[in-house]
Every structure is written in C-alpha cells, then in structure tokens.
C-alpha cells in the first residue's frame, strides 16, 4: 500500500467550520456591496453568493492550501514565493471563472459564459492587485489550519467587489469605485444647493 495521510478527528472537524465562515464572508462581502451602493438588500442573490462559496469556492481554498504547503513546505522565500505564484496562475483563474460561472448557472442566464467572457480578464488582473500581497502574507505568517480562515477574512473585500462586477461592473477597479466617486459628488452638490 501507499503512504496514506490520515487526518486526525480534529482536522475533519475543521473543514466545515472553515469551509461556513469562508462562505458567510463572502455572503457577507455581497451585502456589504450592496449597502455600500445604497441599494436595497438581495437576499436571494446572497443565498446564490454563500451557495456557491460553500459548494466551491471555501472546499477549493481548503485543498488548495493544504496541497501548496504539502508541494511547497516551509516559510522560506523562495517556497512563499512559488506559493503564491502558484496560487495566482492556477488556482485564481479558476476560481474566477468558477465564480462568474457558477453565479450564472445559480441565476439562470441563457448564456452561463457570457459574463465569465467579458469580465475574467479585467477581474482576473485586479485581483493580482490584491491576491499576491494577501497570499504572501498568509504563507509567511498564518499558520497552515487558519489559512482558509485568513483567506475568507480578506476574500470579504474581494467578494464586495466580484459581486458587484458579477452584477453592475466590468470587472476592473475603476468600475467598482465609480460609486465611491458618485457618492463624494453628491455629497458635495448637498451643500451647495442649501
């Protein structure tokens, strides 16, 4: 026989914890975005976020991480380093994809590739504005069992801003803080119209 990892009670314990806060964040992120843009909330579109989260996107992170320490162990630079250059030429384009597609499918588009097509690129380049700082400080000082959490914890940010690119955006950063933009000019003209 080969050499089998059995994981320990504890562990198996651990993957549906992880695997629900990684999915209520991104829930979460999904309202925030939405409270953010003074719209009222969309709980069926959550339900369909946190569905998709606790199906795919915490269970990948869960393996993905455990896989890149097993491949790549240590704190070391040069095994940080291939971490996250692992973590964003494989597993990011598919959780972007997954994402764009996976929420197609949730909501019933005719055509469940046609947002995957036009945003993956735009999204996929802003998310390596984020995901390497992220995953390089989640290599060098989270420990291993705590790093889906971290990921969950910093995916709220990243999933207030998928969200609103799945629904309203392009995918790009400029997209996304356009509310931030039009919110400042409404609080300015306020003032002036008193």
Known sequence: GGRGRQ???RARRRLPALVLL????????DAAQRRGRGQPPDWAQTRRVALLALTFHGNLNYVWLR???RALPGRRPAAVLGK???DQLLAAPVAVGAFYTGMSILQ???DIFSDCKKKFWNTYKTGLMYWPFVQLSNFVFVPVYLRTAYTGLCGFVWAAF???SQ???DGTVKSAFMWLQREKVN???EPSQK
Not at 22 to 29: C, F
């Open 108 to 110: 019933r588009k005719e």
């Open 22 to 29: 990684y999915a209520g964040l991104t829930a979460a992120g």
């Open 84 to 86: 996250v250059l692992c």
């Open 162 to 164: 998928i969200c609103f």
């Open 7 to 9: 994981r320990s009670p």
């Open 187 to 189: 609080a300015d003209e």
């Open 67 to 69: 896989a890149l320490e």
């Open 167 to 169: 629904e309203s955006g």
